[in-house]
């Protein structure tokens, strides 16, 4: 299985603020990585896709990049919806994996 | 606009079995594959398998392969999990998705709300 390492576990800014998640996996894996946001007690949300494609009405103040085995999502000004938690996932081959998630808190 | 509509809690004993439903609407059931994945309570996803919702045919993750069985139903859009000899540490959400894209590269565009299955004596 790829092995999909996140850091930071927990991150914590300001709004305003700009932030950026790290996301390395195990083998090199193209650019076959998307981002989610999740909020506690709802389905995780679909913020980008082969790294760096915005999702349909996700603001641009995300942004994906990375191609092989690193990976980043920026968020350039940091809004009070954005403190969540989020995964980056590999979708190169099964079984997908997530990395452990980063906590973004005040 | 499209929706995937998961069955209520589930309580279940260990040894027990499971089967979670996820009916979809708005778009052609056909047109993609679906997705399980859980949550163990303060964990990531974790991802359990996939179904062709043409043909039927699945992929599981190995973690779950002598357990699991995912299966469609053309006539009502639909497509269920069942997850046999529960275990306590089978305690999780469960959580169908849409892929989008082509094999084996989907991305998960839209998701159901999730179901909690809690195995407990």
């Known amino acids: 299985d790829i092995q999909v390492t996140q850091s930071p576990s927990t991150l914590s800014a300001s709004v305003g603020d700009r932030v950026i998640i790290t996301c390395r996996a195990s083998?090199?894996?193209?650019?076959?990585m998307a981002w989610y946001q999740q909020k506690p007690g709802k389905a995780p949300k679909l913020l980008v896709y082969?790294?760096?494609s915005l999702a349909s009405g996700v603001p641009s103040s995300f942004s994906g990049s990375g191609s092989g085995t690193e990976f980043t999502l920026t968020i350039s000004s940091l809004q009070a919806d954005d403190f969540a938690t989020y995964y980056c996932?590999?979708?190169?081959?099964?079984?997908?994996?997530f990395g452990q998630g980063t906590k973004l808190e005040i | 606009q499209v929706q995937l509509v998961q069955s209520g809690a589930e309580m279940k004993k260990p040894e027990a079995s499971v089967r979670v439903s996820c009916e979809t609407s708005?778009?052609?059931?056909?047109?993609?594959?679906l997705h399980w994945l859980r949550q163990a309570p303060g964990q990531g996803p974790e991802w359990m398998g996939i179904?062709?919702?043409?043909?039927?045919?699945?992929t599981y993750a190995q973690k779950f392969q002598d357990r699991v069985i995912m299966t469609r139903d053309s006539s009502t859009s639909a497509v269920f999990m069942e997850l046999r000899n529960l275990r306590s540490d089978d305690t999780a959400v469960y959580f169908c998705?849409?892929?989008?894209?082509?094999?084996?590269?989907?991305?998960?565009?839209?998701w159901g709300k999730g179901t909690m299955v809690t195995v407990s004596s």
């Open positions: 179904i062709n919702p043409t043909s039927g045919t699945t």
């Open positions: 083998q090199g894996i193209s650019r076959w």
């Open positions: 996932q590999q979708y190169y081959s099964f079984p997908y994996t």
């Open positions: 082969q790294a760096s």
């Open positions: 708005g778009y052609t059931f056909t047109s993609y594959y």
């Open positions: 998705a849409r892929g989008v894209g082509g094999w084996p590269y989907y991305y998960l565009d839209v």
